[in-house]
């Protein structure tokens, strides 16, 4: 893959964590504005509407879609009061009081931290935005985020995301971490792919050796321990999902949703994913005197 195309898929993943400016710096520029002007300019992107880029999605990915999908344009305050709607439905206060206990116990997390207020302000504040046009025709950065997020729903006509782990499995269980890493791999690498088909020159597959995402970047105002949760599937789970790809192409990474990894040391050496090595159980039977059990997960491959 050349040094360009890594340059460009950089700046998308940069965009994605990109925080807010502080209040002595200047305003920031527009990622999209450069990324628009990149594709557009030096490799004659052309905009898209949304049937046209669907298609793309589903051939450079390998796997048809099963239905349309209608895409809908938010405002800022439309996706502030999602991001508030999604916490609620799938991250309550009790669930999010166990979490905190649990990674304070392991002083992953300050004891003074109000986790569940601290993942809503960064997912709000890291979600990339772009502007669109009247006619509402996606440009090439529009493009390159939705064709990873066009993924995600082809993936859910396939198997219920939700209903793969239990609810009681948490967002920091190993299990939980290794679902994530497939589902964002997987979309990662069929944006990669969707890229790559657009540049002169360049095959889809040549990425497969060719490319290393950067190491997980700043997320400004998370503690490590959430930015890896937010941020590592994307970075670890592209490794992972390049392996099933070199191994059998879309029809494994459509095999691996119906199996999916077990915990993140099989994400890390995709090799005991196809040997269907699981993890070792660790048996914990010592109650310490008083001791009652308040939350119960799978730590993970550090």
Do not use: C
């Not at 920091?172 to 020159?201: C, K, N, Q």
């Amino acid at each position: 893959m050349s040094k360009l195309a890594s340059t460009l898929l950089a700046l998308v993943v940069l965009a994605f964590a990109s925080g807010p400016g502080t209040a002595q710096e200047p305003p920031p520029a527009d990622p999209s504005d450069l990324v628009n002007t990149l594709l557009t300019g030096l490799l004659g992107f052309q905009e898209l509407s949304g049937p046209e880029l669907q298609r793309e999605v589903a051939e450079a990915g390998g796997i048809p879609f099963r239905a349309d999908v209608r895409l809908d344009f938010m405002t800022r305050a439309d996706l502030s009061r999602y991001v508030r709607e999604l916490l609620d439905a799938e991250y309550p206060e009790a669930k999010a009081r166990i979490d905190q206990r649990t990674l304070v116990a392991f002083d992953l997390l300050a004891p003074q931290t109000d986790l569940r207020a601290l993942r809503g302000r960064v997912l709000e504040d890291n979600i990339a935005g772009f502007a669109v046009s009247a006619d509402r025709r996606l440009s090439p950065a529009n493009q390159l985020i939705l064709s990873h997020e066009l993924r995600h729903a082809l993936q859910d006509q396939y198997v219920d995301l939700h209903a793969q782990l239990p609810d009681a499995v948490g967002d920091f269980d190993d299990r939980r971490v290794a679902w994530v890493s497939l589902l964002e791999g997987d979309a990662t690498l069929v944006m990669e792919r969707f890229l790559l088909r657009r540049l002169p020159g360049a095959e889809a597959d040549g990425a497969l050796s060719g490319l290393s995402l950067p190491t997980a970047p700043e997320v400004p105002g998370a503690p490590p321990v959430v930015r890896d949760q937010l941020v590592l599937p994307y970075l670890v789970g592209l490794d992972f999902v390049r392996a099933l790809w070199q191994r059998g192409g879309a029809t494994a990474i459509q095999q691996a949703w119906a199996r999916p990894p077990e915990s993140s040391e099989q994400v890390l050496h995709p090799e005991k994913y196809f040997a269907r090595e699981s993890p070792r159980p660790v048996d914990v039977s010592y109650t310490p005197k008083g001791g009652r059990l308040l939350n119960e997960q799978r730590g993970g491959a550090g």
